[in-house]
Nanobody, 124 residues
Framework: QVQLVESGGGLAQPGGSLRLSCAAS????????MSWARQAPGKGLEWVSG????????YYADSVKGRFTISRDNAKMTLYLQMNNLKPEDTAVYYC?????????????????WGQGTQVTVSS
């Protein structure tokens, strides 16, 4: 079945780094754009970053631009999010999502498959 499984979350200090992974299965990964989104405690789901199916273009929310890098390995059917210079406000559950439709990247209704999420906590 179609599935996305995130990993790589954990505890990091402010200024530290983490790399998230999202393993895809059950669909032609290389045919779909993908995104990362996050949900901080007590807040709604927020789009973080997106990447085209062939990796030729990437997009970022202003809150993470210059600190986070999205990438993908289509041969391994895996999506990545490299997070550098982490801040306490980056604390959230991070989700990867498959983009089914062609609307705005930050419109969460454009995504039809979501992973279970991985917790990222930034604290000293």
């Amino acid at each position: 079945q179609v599935q996305l499984v995130e990993s790589g979350g954990g505890l990091a200090q402010p200024g530290g780094s983490l790399r998230l992974s999202c393993a895809a299965s059950g669909f032609v990964f290389s045919a779909y754009a993908m995104s990362w989104a996050r949900q901080a405690p007590g807040k709604g789901l927020e789009w973080v970053s997106g990447i085209l199916s062939d990796g030729s273009a990437t997009y970022y929310a202003d809150s993470v631009k210059g600190r986070f890098t999205i990438s993908r390995d289509n041969a391994k059917m895996t999506l990545y999010l490299q997070m550098n210079n982490l801040k306490p406000e980056d604390t959230a559950v991070y989700y990867c999502a498959k983009r089914e439709y062609g609307g705005s990247w930050n419109d969460l209704g454009e995504y039809d498959v979501w992973g279970q999420g991985t917790q990222v906590t930034v604290s000293s």
